[in-house]
């Protein structure tokens, strides 16, 4: 608490675990207290703010400010509050070490010994937890280990004065090692900057022999800490994360006109179909680190008025120069509307909107000052018809700052999706090219369908800070300084909806005004030809219904594919 000033500076602060893939929601109330000892509710309430931790590290120097509110005066000037944050930076470190052993003891009968090194930390009670080990160098009384790396909090959990203990084994291939002998120092002691010499020490061996001096010596080469770039680190420096969505329009969803079409709409917005709840889930999370909340939207295995030529990667708004749309309500209200202005047909195919992505991701041109990264979310009902070609683009795209998240709704069989996941082997091209990152994440939805959303986004979006990481760090991108950012899209639902509005009408009519150019039979634009809005029948007034397809005489003769 702080006495009579209405420009109070708290100095308590809270620590928080932050988790990029959930929502974390705050409150933060301000009262004027008259009363110490008095309960809270008998205080003064000044206002109150409510926010997300995402709204607070996503903001231009992790700083956020907002105007206090009291529901019983909500246009009441009441203050405002300034909320701040930074990463607790201690353990962001790695130490690198470099060891070389000399004039090692002889533990082979018939040859010389295969050394290695186990570091240990301390724990209470004189335990010691293994945490990293050199490789094995054989036969050799002399080695020199290859450098490696550990973790500040991994080695000695920050106290630098902790005891860290070096063990040198004889490898034995029975797995039975033989200990040569150990010694114990400090992460403190490590660091000192010089060249230090280490006697390794036999227990058994100091108690049997008087005259027993060592079992070699282990000589440090260098040590030194690294700092390890974290996630906050990127946001604080202005990393965008752009979101790109692409949704399955093939007949294996059903007629969006029934209940049980994965994409009807006829249950009212109290039960949405598992691609809403979707792209709400992971959509929420990611458009806080999208300074103006625009994301284009693409769908895939639909025919198109007036031809109704199949496409496999066409802009939901019907804008192949800007497919984009504004938050996402947006998102969700152009996928409704195109349900009434395509047919429903197939088959599954991924490698065109994988490629249009890769295209976004390149032309972004992400550099040490411009530092973007895309998340190409796709919706899906079915196993893929293009399996080769999708695992080309993903691997042609591996150095690119785009990862993929594949959402299967329904019921089908998607056990082949985990090839594309890569957890258990990369993925390979048909070229044999192997992928150096893994960059895509398969979730079925009906894992998630009884759960709350946060769930479904907590298991989507928890590899992406890993897949952010290891793509800067190929790139040799380090985060840039914490300053001003550009002010993100913030308004109220009204207000998004108003703009929403305008700027789908502003497309309508920029489509219209170009008449008798045909819309793109493929899934990519064509170069100087102006875009064109899809015409918005009503689902069924101009189209045949699903099963009469075959039918219509405008229409191929074959049935439409899965």
């Not at 405002?80 to 930076?89: G, L, Q, Y």
């Not at 895939?300 to 990667?313: D, M």
Request: hydrophobic fraction near 35%; include cysteine; proline fraction near 8%.
């Amino acid at each position: 608490m702080i006495s009579d000033n209405l420009n109070p500076k708290f100095v308590k602060s809270f620590n928080l675990d932050y988790r990029f893939e959930e929502v974390q929601p705050l409150r933060f109330q301000v009262y004027d207290i008259d009363d110490l000892h008095g309960p809270l509710e008998k205080q003064d309430f000044i206002g109150e703010i409510t926010c997300k931790l995402a709204d607070i590290v996503s903001s231009s120097n992790m700083t956020l400010v907002k105007p206090l509110r009291k529901a019983s005066h909500p246009n009441q000037k009441r203050g405002v509050i300034t909320i701040s944050a930074e990463e607790v930076k201690e353990m962001f470190y790695n130490v690198q070490m470099q060891f070389s052993g000399h004039h090692l003891d002889k533990k082979d009968f018939f040859g010389k010994s295969d050394p290695f090194l186990v570091i240990s930390r301390s724990r209470e009670g004189n335990q010691w937890v293994p945490v990293c080990k050199t490789e094995v160098i054989k036969n050799t009384l002399e080695p020199g280990w290859k450098p490696f790396s550990c973790t500040v909090q991994r080695l000695c959990n920050g106290d630098f004065e902790r005891p860290v203990q070096f063990e040198c084994f004889d490898w034995n291939r029975s797995g039975s090692h033989e200990l040569i002998g150990k010694f114990t120092t400090s992460l403190r002691e490590l660091l000192t900057g010089e060249k230090k010499t280490f006697d390794l020490i036999h227990p058994g061996l100091q108690q049997k022999k008087k005259s027993y001096k060592n079992s070699g010596i282990i000589i440090l080469s260098r040590a030194e800490l690294i700092k390890t770039h974290t996630f906050l680190d990127y946001i604080a420096g202005g990393l965008e994360i752009n979101l790109i969505v692409a949704i399955d329009f093939t007949a294996s969803n059903g007629d969006p006109r029934t209940a049980t079409s994965l994409h009807s709409f006829v249950n009212g917005p109290q039960h949405p179909n598992e691609y809403v709840q979707a792209i709400g889930a992971v959509g929420s999370i990611l458009a806080d680190y999208d300074y103006d909340r625009r994301f284009p939207v693409y769908g895939f295995g639909a025919q198109l008025p007036p031809s109704w030529t199949v496409n496999h990667c066409f802009p939901l708004n019907g804008n192949y120069s800007n497919p984009e749309v504004v938050d996402v309500q947006g998102i969700l209200d152009i996928y409704q509307q195109t349900l009434s202005s395509v047919r429903l047909y197939g088959p599954t195919v991924f490698a065109q909107v994988i490629r249009t992505a890769a295209t976004i991701a390149e032309s972004a041109n992400v550099t040490q000052g411009n530092q973007k990264f895309f998340i190409l979310l796709i919706l899906t009902d079915g196993v893929i018809n293009d399996m080769e070609a999708t695992i080309d683009e993903i691997v042609k795209a591996n150095n690119l700052p785009l990862a993929f998240i594949i959402v299967g709704v329904g019921s089908a069989d998607f056990a082949n999706m985990n090839i594309l996941d890569a957890d258990d082997a990369p993925l390979r091209d048909r070229s044999g090219r192997v992928a150096a990152r893994d960059t895509v994440q398969f979730v079925p939805f009906r894992d998630f369908k009884h759960g709350p959303p946060a769930l479904l986004a907590k298991e989507t979006l928890a590899e992406v800070p890993g897949q952010i990481l290891s793509f800067m760090k190929s790139r040799g991108i380090t985060p840039n300084p914490r300053s001003a950012r550009p002010q993100r899209l913030v308004a109220s639902a009204s207000e998004r909806d108003m703009l929403a509005a305008q700027v789908s009408l502003s497309q309508i009519n920029l489509g219209l005004a170009t008449p008798g150019v045909p819309p793109p039979r493929h899934s990519q634009p064509t170069p100087g030809v102006p875009a064109q809005r899809f015409s918005q029948p009503a689902y069924g007034s101009q189209l045949p219904p699903l099963g009469q397809w075959q039918s219509s005489s405008q229409l191929p003769t074959q049935p439409p594919p899965g």
